[in-house]
């Protein structure tokens, strides 16, 4: 019988991988246009896009909920020591993203939700919490619709999108006739075979990273200048499509405001000295709300081959956290 701290980093990556990859990607030996894309940060580049304005409503000490408590055993974090908070985008009225911080995350909340506010709504959207942790340096990775920012990431608009990306590859632009998300489509592969250069070295990772890196172009190409300025025919194929799938997304229009959003996740004690000193009555455990959900019969991470794809997928996560610093070392682990 596993244990159950197995169990739960299973189901958080069962959790984080709902829109697992096929652990393919382009062909490794297609040419690399740029070393990386934060040039497009700079200079008046994606960094300069407007912050929409918000409010932020912290919740009490206590509870957390349930992703939050996942991310921060993941982090090594004491869920006691996270701070939560609500952020109400004004054009998103009566909807909050969450922020989860950690108490030594070298990001302020408002880091985060200003980064957050960066992202043009329609796109923005498509997320639901964010973590943020200390690290040694600035790296992030999403799962499912949440997106965990580790270290010191400021002036990196072009991260945020990224990670944005990922959601939007997988929800926006799900292909339910496909039944995946978009870049894992043949369309997406062939375009990218057709134009034999990718952004840069980080874009052959996987096809998600392909499509992620094209989008944080198209968003530089709606809201900051014209991407085919750059010299970037040698991806016009890439370019003509993901600007146009996401001239409704990632574009900042005036007036523009959501359309949808996520449930509620269920919120969770923090652990023994919240529940001690009385501030979980009628709150769950994790603990206990995972063996719940297991006694359901809802987790599928028992069964052996569920439980070595989310392996795998740990694996390449931590690996994407690594080199999604700035996404700029990912040649190091070249060899
Ligand atoms: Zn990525």
Known sequence: MPSISNLLSFF??????????????PPLDLNELFENLHFLDLNGGLNTLPVQKYTITQWGFGTVPSICFDMAADRQCDPHDLEVFDVNFDDCPGYSNVICRCKDSPMSVQDIANDLGRIPVKARQWINHIGTFSAPECSAYSGGNHVVVLGDCLDRASVTIHEVAHSLDGWALYSAQNGQQYSSTTEWHDIISNDMYVADNYAKARWSESWAQVAVMAAYHHNIGSIWDLEVDYMTGQLNKVIEQTEGLLKFVEGRICDRHWPQEPVVCMGDRARNEGYCDGIEDENARMVSFIA??????LDPEARRQIEEDEKFRKHHAEEEAGLIIAKRFEA
């Open 296 to 301: 359901d019969g809802e987790c599928p991470a």
């Open 12 to 25: 958080l990556y069962l959790a984080t991988s709902v829109l697992a990859d096929t652990h393919e990607g």
